[in-house]
């Protein structure tokens, strides 16, 4: 029995976070996935478990943090790229809207770490401290040159960083990864503190996101990053075949855009030419949060007339995903239980309270 003299914030926090345990890391290990599938789980924002039929596993975009947890002084700092893109002043209230459904110090079979960029919902020196802990140097951190500065100024070894720029491959075991153009605009707008102007100086995106084709025995996996909507996913779309694509998606407050509409979720998956869209990063910031059903109500209103030859998913975070025996299913739910329900005998002694 618990004895609140014993009870401190400390051990609160350790005894309730992360939320889910290790749960989902256990769902994961235990997971054999079948021949000619991939399986994915959701571990919120645009971060991701793939498992591949030979035992392949790839985290990308994972992190396990907050957003904001105090006013502060109320302002942004300097320079940030929300005063770049929009000229707003006041701290954005992006608080964290989900909890952390994965315990990185539980992942002991990650093979490779994947980020798309170096924004601080996409990259988590946490991650990158356990994966360093728990696996050799064979498991390599993959990104852009903004995330492998990042990961060697953590101290992960650089023997462990793979740069990789549009155009670039990569190759563990059975999944090929490839790195293609990213759309993100906020990125763009996002340099250094230390640079005063960006006039005559426009930076390297090639050096800052990358977009990834996730190829997988099972099936092809895009992607976006936070990237805005381009024409030229028509391009990617011609020029790999895509299975599903994960763009992200939000609620843009006034006189911002940082996210894809509903509408620009469906274009994305129109020009990537994929079989399934799944709409990602709505699920994590309160001040960004939206309703993917938006995207269902569209793809219905439209899929007749514009002949659609995909379908939307709408998932819920530590969720599991395999394709292809999930593509059509349109919207996940969690496991119900109670599947064993009157397997036996209840020792009650009077059945007519039930
Ligand atoms: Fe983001």
Redesign the pocket.
Known sequence: MPNINEITRESWILNTFPEWGTWLNEDIEREEVKKGTVAMWWLC??GYWIKTENNTNLIIDLWVKTGKRTHGNGLMKDRHQHIRACGCRKVQPNLRAVPVVIDPFEMKTVDVVLATHD?S??IDENVAAAVCQLTDSSVKFVGPKSCTDLWRGWGVPEERLVTVRPGDTYTVKDIEIVAVESFDRTELVTVPYEVESLEGNPPDMFEKAVNYIIKTPGGNIYHA??SHYSNMFAKHGNEHKIDIALG?YGENPRGMTDKLTANGILRMAEGLNCQVVIPM?HD?WTNFKADPMEIMSLWKMKKDKLKYKFKPYIWDIGGKFIYPDNKDDLEFNYDRGFEDAFTEDTDLPYYWIL
């Open positions: 924002n645009t924004h919902d996409h990053g936070d992200s990063h994590i």
